[in-house]
């Protein structure tokens, strides 16, 4: 019975021995269990903000690596919480690495952008023509300019710069950043040869296109110069021909330009400028170039808002009103002064040289703009003599016949007195030098309206006027009639100041 209870005791042992070298640490804390959680994102062209597939993305510390997909997607379904550095990588572009934090059971997503590697990039290459083409001639003075081209890397976009000069390379523009494949120019000089050529650029490399020229067209010889009010607010100058139907804008400016009058040489034009707020005279060649202004004084008095200027019969000098004096001007500028002097409260407006080269024909006014008379005096402001008495009714615009016998004005002969100076009636007077006959030319003008500004034609033959209803701000019209007045023949819309070229 010992001996059983001996051998019962050590079986225990030897059992307890072996549980204990079959399970070590059967009392210890169970094994850690790695926390994780999600990171995910998207992979992007830097330069075109587009998804780019096939990126490899792997991480610091290192777990495993992903790709993106055709949306430039990626994702890490389960990775271990912690800090790490994200590394994208894509054949062609630079390598970007940004610091990421994954937490527990939380979806960490993050943007990373990749820049392109100049070592793989293509440059731009022009494709198709170049409109207009290369040394092409009788182009418009207003056209726009078209070229083709693209980028091998389909994920860059292209900018383009183009340069256009006259003849001499030093007049010209330079246009920057364009998208499109075309630009629209205006203003170019007629009959002037152009040199133009275009930088492609994508974010690496500029490409520049070859050099290309072409020619305007000549000068049309319109016959008509007016003023017309542009879709802009301001008033520009134009030409323009019926029977060509062409018409070219001469002024582009953002100030109000009115009044052209071609000189006798019909190689120069003078005008009124409002710049720096004051009208002034300027003067310009018949296509429009070489703009500049001559006055030192303003154009201006009572009731002038800058009205009133004439050409000499010789071209070498231009008269015009500044207050209660008639003063002159060189065509260059070079020389300036005064002819004769107003009368007493009264200041200059309208004027007109003698095709002769004897006589001055002047309006003058007062601060009522209704009071308004007509002088007739010599070349050099001497004997001037009252030509058209102060009526009733706004006097406006005289102008010489071709023969310097008879002066045009125009004059409201409802005899409506109104300081704004809105005129009711106002109808196109001829009255004979010599004799002071009368004649009235709008005898054929519609009720309601206003003849205005008339001005006779190079051969004496016809008359030029603007016609607008008098409602205050009406849009004015372009008529022609014979010198005797009669039958009218619409010409322009949306016109007034004319003057025949």
């Known amino acids: 019975m010992q001996h059983f209870n001996r051998m019962r005791v050590a079986i225990l042992f030897v059992c307890s021995i072996v549980i204990s070298l079959s399970f070590p640490g059967c009392n210890e804390d169970k094994l850690d269990v790695f926390a994780t959680g999600v990171l995910d994102g998207n992979v992007m062209d830097f330069t075109s903000e587009s998804d780019l597939e096939g990126a490899i993305l792997t991480t610091n ?10 949306a430039g997607y990626f994702i890490f379904k389960t990775i271990e919480v912690g800090d790490y550095n ?54 418009a003075v207003d056209l726009t300019l078209r070229w083709q081209a693209l980028d091998p890397n389909r994920e860059d976009s292209l900018l383009f710069d183009v340069e256009i000069y006259e003849s001499n390379f030093e007049d010209g523009w330079i246009f920057e950043g364009l998208k499109d494949t075309l630009l629209e120019v205006e203003g170019l000089r007629f009959n002037t040869v152009y040199y133009w050529q275009v930088t492609a650029s994508d974010p690496f490399i500029s490409v520049q296109s070859e050099l290309l020229s072409f020619r305007t067209r000549a000068l049309p010889d319109n016959e008509y110069m007016f003023t017309r009010k542009t879709e802009d607010g301001d008033y520009e100058i134009f030409s323009a021909d019926t029977v060509a139907n062409t018409m070219v804008q001469l002024t582009r400016n953002s100030v109000e330009d009115w009044q052209p009058r071609l000189n006798p040489l019909r190689n120069k034009v003078a005008y009124v400028s409002h710049y720096n707020l004051e009208p002034h005279i300027y003067t310009m060649d018949r296509d429009g170039s070489n703009q500049r202004k001559i006055s030192r004084r303003p154009i201006t008095g009572y009731n002038n808002p800058g009205r009133g200027l004439a050409w000499s019969p010789q071209g070498d000098r231009i008269i015009y009103g500044n207050y209660d004096r008639l003063s002159f001007i060189q ?3 070079t020389m300036e002064g005064v002819i004769t002097t107003a009368p007493a409260n009264r200041h200059f407006r309208d004027m007109d040289y003698s095709p002769d080269g004897t006589m001055i024909v002047a309006l003058t006014v007062g601060v009522d703009p209704n009071d308004s008379e007509i002088y007739l005096m010599n070349a050099d402001g001497s004997n001037p003599v009252l030509l058209v008495d102060n009526e009733d009714g706004i006097i406006e615009a005289p102008c010489f016949s071709i023969d310097s016998k008879k002066v045009l004005f125009t004059r409201d002969v409802s005899g409506y007195s109104s300081g704004t100076g809105r005129q009711l009636d106002a109808h196109i007077f001829s009255i004979d030098i010599s004799t ?14 206003n003849d205005t500004n008339p ?47």
């Open 86 to 139: 994200l590394i994208a990588r894509k054949n062609g572009f630079v390598s970007e690495s940004v610091a990421v934090s994954v937490q527990e059971e939380k979806a960490s997503t993050v943007v990373i952008l990749l820049e392109r590697s100049s070592e793989y990039n293509d440059p731009p290459v022009f494709t198709g023509s170049f409109i207009p083409g290369n040394s092409v001639n009788d182009q």
């Open 436 to 449: 002071r006959f009368v004649d009235d030319l709008s005898s054929s003008k519609a009720d309601g309206t």
């Open 331 to 333: 065509y260059d500028g």
């Open 455 to 501: 001005r006779y034609s190079p051969n004496g033959a016809y008359i030029i006027f603007e016609n607008a209803s008098n409602v205050p701000g009406s849009e004015k019209t372009l008529y022609s009639m014979s010198s005797g007045g009669g039958t009218r023949t619409e010409l322009f819309t949306n016109a007034e100041m004319p003057d025949w070229r």
């Open 61 to 70: 510390p290192p777990t495993v690596s992903v790709a993106s997909d055709s």
